[in-house]
């Protein structure tokens, strides 16, 4: 059972268009990050949210946590053929004791045509 | 500043053999997280290390193992390598204990790993 769960998992636009891509769970995280991973490079942190209704804005990116802290989404405005690539959310469940490592969607591969 | 450097960048082995992969934090960087990641299963989480010490780990076989030293680099082994060990292993690291307290994550670009 995949605790996060991205859609859609590919998306192809024209460049200039919008889009969202959401994150889903019905775990209660207490805190989340998006990450964008371009082909045989490691993921790069984007942005991490950690309040419920939480908004944050990077340039034409808009990242959005729920009030209950379930479930994410980003949005893009124009989009260029540069934002082409994997976009990942991952979640810190705290469970008490210790570090928890991050739970990982399966990403949204995202091709922007020019 | 250097990033996160992971060795080697590529390795092919054959099942049954064992494997050792490296990976070397950002400098002032006390903790080293590493994670598997597929096309199938997506990044799964390995365990993370601390101070030398294990602090998490994810829920994968005792033929994944790991350590970190005294300067914080760190090493992954995986013992009698089987088919479905084929993946990207990426390593992370963050000042702190990483996820729970929101720390930020810094990837390396991984080693990918090739099992015949």
């Known amino acids: 059972t995949q605790l996060l769960e991205q859609s859609p998992q590919f998306l192809s636009i024209q460049e200039g268009e919008n889009l969202t891509v959401y994150c889903n769970s019905s775990?209660?995280?207490?805190?989340l990050q998006w990450y964008r991973q371009e082909p045989g490079e490691g993921p790069v942190l984007l942005v991490t949210?950690?309040?419920?209704?939480e908004v944050k804005k990077l340039k034409r990116l808009t990242f959005q946590f729920g009030d209950a802290r379930k479930d994410s989404s980003l949005h893009i405005t124009a989009a260029q053929p540069g934002d082409t690539g994997l976009y990942l959310c991952?979640?810190?469940?705290?469970?008490?004791?210790?570090?928890?490592?991050?739970?990982f969607g399966k990403g949204t591969h995202l091709i922007i045509q020019p | 500043k250097a990033g996160v450097t992971q060795t080697p960048r590529y390795l092919i082995k054959t099942r049954g053999q064992q494997v050792t992969l490296s990976c070397s934090p950002i400098?002032?960087?006390?903790?080293v997280s590493w994670y598997q990641q597929t096309p199938g299963q997506g990044l799964q989480f390995l365990f993370e290390?601390?101070?030398?010490?294990?602090?998490n780990k994810g829920n994968f076989p005792g033929r994944f193992s790991g350590r970190q030293f005294s300067n914080s680099r760190s090493e992954m082994n995986v013992s009698t390598l089987e088919l479905g060990d084929s993946a990207l292993y990426l390593c992370?690291?963050?000042?702190?204990?990483?996820?729970?307290?929101?720390?930020?994550?810094?990837f390396g670009s991984g080693t990918q790993l090739s099992v015949l």
């Open positions: 949210v950690v309040t419920g209704g």
């Open positions: 992370a690291s963050s000042r702190a204990q990483g996820a729970r307290y929101n720390e930020k994550l810094f």
């Open positions: 775990s209660v995280f207490s805190s």
């Open positions: 400098s002032g960087h006390r903790s």
């Open positions: 290390y601390f101070s030398e010490t294990q602090r």
């Open positions: 991952a979640g810190a469940i705290s469970t008490g004791g210790g570090a928890d490592g991050l739970t």
